[in-house]
Each structure stands twice: as C-alpha cells, then as structure tokens.
C-alpha cells in the first residue's frame, strides 16, 4: 500500500465531507422554513442531524489527518470508523425502542405522546442514515487502500507500568528459588560402602 495514496483517499474524503456539510447548512435554512406548524420543522430536524455527523466526520478526520506518520493516520481512521459503526448501532437500538413505544401510545389514544416520538423518530432515522453514511465511506476508504490496522501504541502510562513488572519479573528471577520435596529414596548411611537400610513396617 502506497502512503501517499493513503493519505490521498483521507483527504479527498475530508473535501467532499466539507462539501457535504456546506449543502446541509445551506438546506438547513431555506425553503423548509416557509412550511408553518410541527411538520415544516421536522425537514429542519433532519437536516441538522445530518450536518451535526457529518460535521463530527470531519472534524475527527482533519485531526487524524494531522497526525505526524501514515500509521497514526491509518490507525486513526480505523478507530473512526468504530465509533460510527457504534454510533450507528446504538442509534438503530433506540430507533426500534420508539417505534414500539409510539405503536403503544397510538394503541392506547396517547396522541400528544405519539406526536413527542415521532418527531423524535426522526431526528433518530436521520442520525442514523448519517451514521451509516460515514461509516459507508470511512470502511470504503480503509478497503480500496488495502491497508491493516497498526498495533496500538503503549500511552505512556501503560509504558510504565509495563516496565515495573518486567522489573519485578527481573528481581524475582534473581532469587534463590528453595524447593521443599518429599524424599523419594530410603536413606543411605553415611560411606560409599554403606548398605540401605530397609524400613521395617510395624
């Protein structure tokens, strides 16, 4: 895998999600606005779900992208698209919590209830089609660069702690080591001729 390429692919993924982030706030602001009641704003809430994930990419990306060697970069990236996958995931898990909880309340009349988690729904559909997106984007990237997630690197308190227990490995290992074991020969006497004495059973 080429380094360049690599780095490339980040940056090309950083300008089309500035791109990206200028259309949503564009949107954001203009004819959704014009439509009066709960449901003009509910176009506006999805837009700003999408610009808040897609502004949180770029965000994260441009610093991986700042990091001083690819392998920082790429362990970056892979680290990224983790926590949109989890994003991603819980999002999903508390999308199908309201949809059961708003089946409920239209079942049992409790529309001003089922209004409150319907807007909520889909300020939730839309993080996550936007969570999935970057994700989407982040696992294509990985893949077309063929690249392998580094080994992660020790924090300097792991590095720490780490070399005090290979001191205490050392130290241990320098002292004497005094085995107590059963006998499992009959003792001889003392004298290179001496004769074994057979232990008598009373």
């Keep these: 895998m080429d380094s360049e390429s690599f780095v490339s ?7 089309k999600s500035r791109r990206a982030l200028r259309l949503y706030s564009t949107a954001g602001g203009s004819s959704y606005g014009r439509v009066d009641g709960a449901i003009g704003e509910l176009p506006a809430v999805q837009v700003a779900e999408w610009r808040e994930v897609n ?17 920082k970069i790429i362990y970056d990236v892979f680290a990224l698209r983790n926590e949109f996958q989890t994003l991603w995931r819980t999002t999903e898990s508390e999308l199908v919590q309201s949809q059961k909880e708003l089946i409920a309340s239209a079942e049992s009349g409790d529309f001003i209830r089922a209004a409150t988690l319907a807007s909520n729904l889909v300020s939730l559909k839309a993080r996550l089609q936007a969570g999935q997106a970057a994700h989407h984007e982040l696992d294509l990237l990985i893949k077309r660069s063929k690249v392998v997630r580094p080994a992660a690197e020790l924090t300097e308190e792991s590095a720490t702690v780490l070399s005090t227990l290979e001191l205490l490995d050392e130290q241990v290992v320098k002292e004497p080591v005094v085995r107590h074991e059963p006998l499992r020969e009959p003792l001889r006497a003392v004298g290179a001729g001496a004769k074994v004495i057979p232990l008598k059973r009373r």
């Design 55 to 71: 502004g949180l990419l770029l965000r994260k990306l441009t610093e991986a992208a700042e990091a001083a060697n690819t392998k």
């Design 9 to 15: 692919r980040v940056m090309t993924l950083i300008q």
